[in-house]
């Protein structure tokens, strides 16, 4: 990591022995650190003694450094010849608004880098027990973002993506899994189709809950799930439940 430059990391889906051996890295090396709301604070431990800490987290409604202020304040301490690390939860271009930064950062010539993270569908899904591919079962995927749900202005084609899509992933949409289910089910996703829901996934407080697109927000509801949080739809969620019996009928078989 050169001076006068700015290293926007992925801090990998929440564990943070999860992190790749670039970020943590980088984060070993940065004279200043502003990390994210979804970035595990574990990591800030492994920052140099001296190292500038500096929250820059968005919470629905609350965001403690406006974005705009982000770049300047990237290119800013740049420009005082610093290393410079955006440390981001999951994978900075996945829901991470890595890529705008990146252009702030081209457009005001300064030396920019991205490292990528394992981003939280993949992570979250995997520690689950849940493939988000897997043969016979799912062949293609989507990620979405929860936070624009409902009609056109979302942008979100739930049509396409309740018919098109074997294995549909809902960033940050608990507090939308009433519209999001209706959503799907009026575009003709089954009731019926199964779901999940992983909470804080692969940290120590991670909860799964498993059901349908019918009944996951009663589920929700009832254990007052919170985000950050996953929805998962598609048969591979089932795959989980298989995995969870196979290993409850071979302790028997030894045991």
Known sequence: MKPGSVSIVGAGPGDPELITLKALRRIQEADVILYDRLANKELLKYAKE????????????????????????????????????????????VFGRGGEEAQAMAALAVPCEIVPGLTSALGAAAS?????????????????????????????????????????????????????????????????APAAVIEQGTCAAERIFTGTVGTMFNICQRMQARNPALLIVGDVVR???????????ARERIG
Do not use: N
């Open 50 to 93: 001296g190292a500038m800490l500096t929250y820059c987290g968005k919470a629905p409604g609350r965001h403690a450094v406006p974005q705009e202020q982000i770049h300047e304040l990237l290119a800013a301490y740049a420009r005082k010849g610093l290393r410079v690390v955006r440390l981001k939860g999951g994978d900075p271009l």
């Open 128 to 192: 689950a027990g849940i493939p988000l591919t897997h043969r016979g079962l799912s062949s293609s995927v989507a990620f979405v973002s929860g936070t624009g749900v409902s009609g056109e202005a979302s942008g979100v084609r739930w049509d396409l993506l309740a018919r098109g899509v074997d294995t549909l992933v809902v960033y940050m949409g608990v507090g939308r899994m009433e519209e999001i289910c209706r959503e799907l089910i009026v575009h003709g996703k089954p009731e019926f």
């Open 239 to 249: 795959v989980r439940e298989q995995l969870l019996r196979l290993a409850e009928e």
